[in-house]
C-alpha cells in the first residue's frame, strides 16, 4: 500500500512564505514524476508545479517565479516552497505521484493540505 502524506500548510499573510512536503510510504520501488496541484473554492484542480526523477521541473504561469519545487529521492519526498503568496494562492494543494510498487505502476495522491492567504 502507498501512501502520500502533506505537510506544511497553514494561514500566512500576503507576501509571506510556506513550505509544503510530501512523503510518499510503502513499498515503493521506483518514483518517477512528482508534482503539486491545488483547488480552490469552487474551481477545477490546476497544476502547480511538476518534478521528474532527474529533476527537471515545470511551472504553472501564475506561480513561475514565486515557486521552487523540489525532491528528495533518498527521502520519497517532494516539497514545495512558496514565496511572495497572494491571496489568488490560497486552495488545497495535492501531492502527486507516479509509482512503481509491487502492484505495477500507479498514480496516487495525497489526502491535500489547506493553504489560507489572508491578512
Known amino acids: 500500500q502507498v501512501q502520500l502524506v502533506e505537510s506544511g500548510g497553514g494561514l500566512v499573510q500576503p507576501g509571506g512564505s510556506l513550505r509544503l512536503s510530501c512523503a510518499a510510504s510503502?513499498?515503493?520501488?521506483?518514483?518517477?514524476?512528482m508534482g503539486w496541484y491545488r483547488q480552490a473554492p469552487g474551481k477545477q484542480r490546476e497544476l502547480v508545479a511538476t518534478i521528474s526523477s532527474g529533476g527537471t521541473t515545470a511551472y504553472a504561469e501564475s506561480v513561475k517565479g514565486r515557486f521552487t519545487i523540489s525532491r528528495d529521492n533518498a527521502k520519497n519526498t517532494v516539497y514545495l516552497q512558496m514565496n511572495s503568496l497572494t491571496p489568488e494562492d490560497t486552495a488545497v494543494y495535492y501531492c502527486?505521484?507516479?509509482?512503481?510498487?509491487?502492484?505495477?505502476?500507479?498514480?496516487?495522491w495525497g489526502q491535500g493540505t489547506q493553504v489560507t492567504v489572508s491578512s
Open positions: 510503502g513499498s515503493i520501488f521506483s518514483i518517477n514524476d
Open positions: 502527486n505521484a507516479d509509482i512503481h510498487n509491487y502492484n505495477g505502476r500507479g498514480n496516487y
